[in-house]
């Protein structure tokens, strides 16, 4: 099943892995890993359910909140804060976005349904694109409390709205969040623009100010025309993985990445929601503030969720964990909170 926009998907028709069953028909619920896996499940029967019941969320027990471990510690991060600052001054990257993934067992296998989750989440952590994408038969569990919008598709309209800048409350934020965000905006409109009609890319919104449960962001926003021949194939050659959660230049801090992060994002960070194909409409989100469900050993299922930060030259190494600590710390305890 499938839960995004006040509508429930269930009745599973197919599962493909090839992004151009997008241009097709029919409702789609899509899940990219990070690493660039995309599973597209295809559902027959889509009924509205503008909330998530909270009845549901009696069907997920959480970890305990001291259970949750992290791919790197707070000496490995900072370190690899310092590290990428060492890139910048070489002249490698600009920015590049450096994440850890926590994990911890789920106490009961028989309450870890990721459904559930998003009830919780709904009411402890609401998000404007909250979802769920449950394919346990497909190795796809995931509930994302996402607030922030990767690619919005209306016929040949595109959009993508950036987050670069996070902190308690607007009073945090620093020079460098603005500097960022600008910086993510120009990467963002060059990946639109390899897809989108000449001229047609533009920004709508630079670096407005969001309110979200416990923090602020910095959002903008990109909007462009596709070209005739540019479907979801090309869509997602042009722009994924997300601009805001890699860095630019965007294959430098994937190298980056890739040599200082010790695990692999999966969903986090990569891209979740649907596609209407009927209708020509999708909404997909960036993948952050999601946990995923990961049952490669069937008897000790083990509940992910990852955190990260920017970095630029100006960042301070302590406080980019701390802001990593700050978007961790709500979602984690909505969903290590006691079941009912």
Not at 101 to 107: E, G, K, Q, Y
Not at 185 to 207: A, E, H, I, Q, W
Not at 287 to 311: C, E, L, M, N, Y
Request: hydrophobic share 40%; proline share 7%; with cysteine.
């Amino acid at each position: 099943m499938a839960r995004f926009a006040g509508r429930v998907a269930t009745g599973l028709c197919e599962v493909s892995h090839d992004p151009a069953v997008l241009d097709g028909s029919g409702f789609w619920a899509v899940v990219a890993d990070f690493e660039g896996r995309i599973t597209c499940a295809r559902f027959s029967d889509i009924r509205t359910e503008e909330t998530v019941p909270y009845s549901a969320a009696s069907g997920w027990l959480g970890p305990d909140r001291s259970a949750w471990s992290s791919s790197l510690d707070r000496d490995a991060y900072t370190a690899g804060v310092r590290r990428i600052r060492e890139h910048i001054a070489a002249g490698e990257v600009y920015q590049a976005n450096l994440c850890r993934v926590l994990s911890a067992p789920l106490p009961d296998p028989a309450r870890s349904d990721v459904d559930a989750l998003t009830a919780r989440l709904a009411r402890g952590n609401p998000a404007p694109y909250a979802g769920t994408v449950r394919l346990p038969d497909h190795g796809v569990e995931v509930a994302t409390a996402s607030p922030e919008l990767f690619l919005h598709r209306d016929g040949d309209v595109v959009r993508s709205g950036p987050i670069k800048g996070t902190g308690r409350t607007e009073a945090d934020l620093l020079e460098k969040d603005w500097a960022e965000n600008v910086m993510i905006v120009d990467l963002v409109r060059n990946d639109l623009g390899r897809v989108c009609r000449t001229g047609s890319v533009t920004v709508p919104d630079l670096c407005a100010v969001e309110k979200h449960p416990g923090l602020v962001h910095l959002v903008s926003m990109v909007e462009g025309r596709l070209r005739p021949d540019a479907g979801w194939p090309a869509l997602f050659d042009a722009t994924f993985p997300p601009g805001s959660v890699t860095g630019a230049p965007k294959s430098s801090a994937l190298r980056i990445i890739d040599a200082l992060e010790t695990a692999p994002r999966g969903p986090y960070c990569g891209a979740v929601g649907w596609v209407d194909a009927d209708r020509g409409l999708g909404e997909l989100a960036v993948g952050i503030r999601t946990f995923w469900v990961d049952r490669s050993d069937p008897a000790a299922p083990v509940a992910r969720f990852g955190t990260g930060a920017g970095i630029t030259w100006g960042s301070d190494p302590d406080g980019e964990w701390d802001e990593t600590e700050l978007k961790a710390s709500r979602l984690l305890a909505v969903a290590s909170e006691p079941g009912h």
